[in-house]
């Protein structure tokens, strides 16, 4: 389908139209005269966007003329009449629908055949083929279509890097004029922003109302997040040296040539609407809170592209720092500000000795960033199955210090949990993988007193396991209430150093415990060398190490274990307990913090 048409009339037929069709026909007729275009028939695949099957009519003889129009569904259009000699018609469909297709007739005319020239006008040809209108007393316009005597504005014209539009429904642009009460919306391109009124009205007097907008270079300011602090900086002069700035600056430097590798900017013309900044605008970024750091840039510019320069910045918790913490020294009063506090209502809990609803502490878990806690598994499902407790039966408190309740400030954080994630490999019998994910239903808020704890894994392990100091720490679990010690007993704390898995195993045979060790668990006792004043195997805790940070050298906590299991009745300085390898579970972790 598709054909050259070269004569004064003809016709155009497409029946029953193919899938996937590409057709086009030119339309040439003699120079001077131009050409009119009738649908009788049109029926093809309806869509608001003609999209799918569709006619496409072009003023000139290809692809790349000025489009007319585009029709699809079986509305006939009305006669389309082309400013020169040729006519491009392209019949494009998709590959699912067909319809009977369409018929259109051509025939050769003169622009004054549709008697365009209003108020008994002549119509006058010139020599490309295009017309004027020769007005009679008392009209004016391209098409005689103005009064003299009535006040009309003339055209305002759209912006330098803009255009203007008519509103509809309020008259019409016609030539060089415009009618009383013609509103004109103004708009500019892309990376532009208008400046001054959005529309001016024709009123009474033939003048518009407001001032004429102007197009600036803008950029729309980028959406921050309420961690981050946003300012303003001073208009200046940015520099950059260039090869070629070196090479003038030494051939002429006997020249005294001097030489300004950038010109200075031109102070910014015109009012911005809130939200947009200037061209060459710089922005400057830090956190609110100094228990946050910052990732992306510090700086961003303005570009001439109305992009911004950088990349986006965000604030997130710093991870692993505590005051006066370090394995040297460590005091009682020490916080830990990423531990967690597992609580379970006691509607769960075989104790007649507890009030119905009551919160009893169980675990100790590890804050990782404001929304999530690593945990044993073992602390959130059923003991020896592996049936996760409802949301409801447990919660999460942070900020505490104290194991009584009571004792505990003010400004502890009870948190609800929205969902629990068990490791798929968790085996409740011999604890292997025993790590489990919470995911909290309210933020935490970060202070001094709620930091999370910063993730490791393997490869940071960069020393022998064994040489390793690690920190131990929880609430002891098992706490009698009524010891006049309770009340101000407090977070324990404790060195341990890693053991091989065979000792391990030796010492819980020869006291008749017979316990499987597996590559997701590490053995520990305590280091007789260091400060300590707990029972690893009573708090359900965590083990943490000191490593380099990567945003500094400085040293910050990582998370390496999770306190699993161990003796239930006795507490020696040359016990064994088992824990979990949270290092090895660091991509578990972080796939599951989104």
């Given at each position: ?22 057709c ?27 999209q ?10 290809n ?31 998709d ?11 051509f ?47 003339s055209?305002?014209?759209g ?24 509103v ?24 518009w ?25 001073p ?52 956190c ?8 992306g ?61 009551a ?26 199955k ?11 408190v ?6 009584d ?69 929880g609430?002891?679990v ?95 300085l ?21």
């Amino acid at each position: 389908c598709g054909q050259v048409l070269q004569a004064s009339r003809g016709q155009i037929l497409l029946e029953g139209y193919p899938l996937n069709a590409q057709c086009e026909w030119t339309i040439h007729v003699q120079s001077g005269f131009n050409i009119e275009l009738r649908f009788s028939m049109l029926s093809l695949e309806f869509d608001y966007m003609c999209q799918y099957d569709y006619v496409e009519v072009r003023d000139g003889d290809n692809l790349d003329s000025q489009i007319i129009k585009k029709f699809c569904g079986n509305e006939r259009p009305p006669p389309i009449r082309s400013t020169g000699s040729s006519l491009h018609v392209l019949f494009q469909s998709d590959g699912s629908k067909n319809f009977d297709g369409f018929h259109a007739v051509f025939e050769e005319i003169t622009a004054c055949s549709s008697s365009p020239c209003l108020h008994d006008g002549t119509c006058i040809l010139d020599k490309s083929g295009t017309y004027k209108c020769a007005c009679l007393a008392g009209y004016t316009g391209d098409r005689c279509e103005n009064f003299l005597d009535e006040k009309n504005c003339s055209d305002p014209g759209g912006p330098l890097n803009g255009y203007r539009r008519v509103v509809e429904d309020t008259g019409l642009l016609n030539g060089r004029y415009a009618k009383i009460g013609t509103v004109i919306a103004f708009f500019c391109n892309n990376s532009y922003v208008l400046s001054g009124n959005e529309q001016r009205t024709c009123q009474d007097d033939g003048e518009w109302s407001g001032k004429q907008p102007i197009c600036i270079k803008a950029c729309r300011e980028p959406k921050i997040s309420d961690l981050v602090r946003q300012k303003v900086l001073p208009m200046q002069v940015q520099s950059r040296e260039t090869p070629l700035h070196q090479l003038y600056s030494s051939a002429f430097s006997k020249q005294k040539l001097e030489i300004y590798p950038t010109k200075k900017p031109a102070l910014p013309f015109g009012d911005l609407p809130p939200g947009y900044q200037h061209l060459h605008t710089q922005l400057q970024y830090e956190c609110i809170s100094p228990f946050y750091r910052r990732l992306g840039s510090s700086r961003r510019t303005c570009l001439k592209t109305g992009k911004w320069s950088g990349r986006a910045p965000v604030c997130i918790p710093i991870c692993g720092k505590a005051e006066n913490t370090t394995l040297q020294k460590t005091v009682t009063s020490t916080r830990w500000p990423w531990q967690a506090a597992i609580y379970r209502t006691a509607n769960g809990v075989k104790e007649n000795s507890l009030r119905k609803g009551a919160w009893i502490l169980i675990c100790s878990g590890a804050l990782v960033n404001e929304r999530t806690v690593v945990v044993a598994a073992h602390c959130v499902t059923d003991l020896g199955k592996t049936i996760v407790l409802k949301t409801a039966e447990l919660k999460v408190v942070l900020g505490k210090f104290y194991r009584d309740d009571d004792r505990d400030e003010k400004t502890i954080q009870n948190l609800r949990i929205s969902a629990i994630i068990v490791h798929p490999n968790y085996d409740p019998i011999l604890l292997d993988s025993d790590i489990a994910i919470i995911k909290l239903l309210d933020k935490a808020r970060i202070s001094s007193r709620v930091q999370p704890i910063c993730l490791s894994s393997s490869q940071d392990l960069t020393s022998s396991t064994e040489d390793l100091k690690i920190m131990v720490t929880g609430w002891k679990v098992l706490a009698d209430i009524k010891d006049p010690r309770y009340k101000n007993d407090t977070i324990r704390m404790g060195a341990v150093r890693m053991v091989d898995s065979l000792l391990c195993e030796q010492q819980y045979e020869d006291k008749g415990i017979q316990v499987s060790i597996t590559d997701s668990m590490f053995c520990a006792k305590q280091d007789h060398t260091a400060f300590s004043n707990i029972c690893p195997a009573e708090t359900g805790g965590i083990a943490a190490i000191t490593l380099p940070g990567k945003a500094s050298p400085e040293l910050r906590w990582h998370l390496m274990g999770l306190v699993s299991w161990g003796y239930d009745k006795t507490c020696s300085l040359e016990l064994y307990t088992g824990y979990t390898k949270a290092f090895l579970f660091k991509d578990w972790i972080e796939k599951n913090l989104k």
